[in-house]
């Protein structure tokens, strides 16, 4: 499935899901300081979104994705641009320990280790790629249309992530709260 990226409405959508995810956060970690937004195209390379501070000087970085759908899989990218072969986040030095994906649609939030998700990325990247362009098991592959060049990544079912990445956690919203 091929998609165009609109830049614009990208924006307006983590612009409409940043407090959502604060509202998540606070859950997450309720004895939570302050929490910065990351600003800026080189940390962004780097899987930083939020650095959330706490007492004594102790912090934790956020890698967050927000889609406006609400979808049984989570989108892994493993090509940034497929004209000069830069590598997508999967492939990349990340300096987060936390990646959440927030699904608009349906008021859920998935939150997964990253150390344990690059694991199981490294340890099963050929068989979800190959599977992702086979279009099997619940695989896809994504192709998404930028000016002068795609990026592509793999969905990878949940129910593939619950059992590779031991450590996540679904969170959901129950009327005005997040649970």
Not at 40 to 67: M, S, W
Not at 106 to 131: D, M, T, V
Request: net charge positive.
């Amino acid at each position: 499935m091929n998609k165009t990226n609109r830049y614009e409405e990208s924006i307006l959508v983590e612009k409409e899901g940043q407090p959502i995810l604060r509202d998540i956060y606070q859950v997450f970690w309720p004895d939570h300081t302050w929490i910065d937004d990351v600003r800026g195209k080189d940390p962004q390379l780097y899987g930083l979104d939020h650095i959330v501070h706490f007492k004594g000087n102790n912090t934790e970085t956020v890698q967050a994705k927000i889609r406006l759908g609400n979808w049984d899989d989570i989108l892994l990218e493993y090509i940034s641009n497929d004209v000069t072969n830069l590598p997508g986040w999967m492939e990349s030095p990340m300096l987060c320990n936390h990646f959440f994906v927030l699904m608009m649609a349906g008021n859920i939030c998935y939150w997964f280790h990253f150390p344990s998700l690059r694991n199981a990325w490294n340890k099963y990247k050929s068989e979800w790629i190959k599977l992702g362009e086979q279009y099997k098991s619940g695989f896809g592959k994504r192709i998404a249309k930028n000016p002068g060049y795609n990026t592509v990544s793999v969905t990878v079912p949940l129910k593939i992530l619950y059992k590779e990445v031991p450590l996540y956690r679904i969170f959901r919203k129950e009327g005005p709260i997040w649970k």
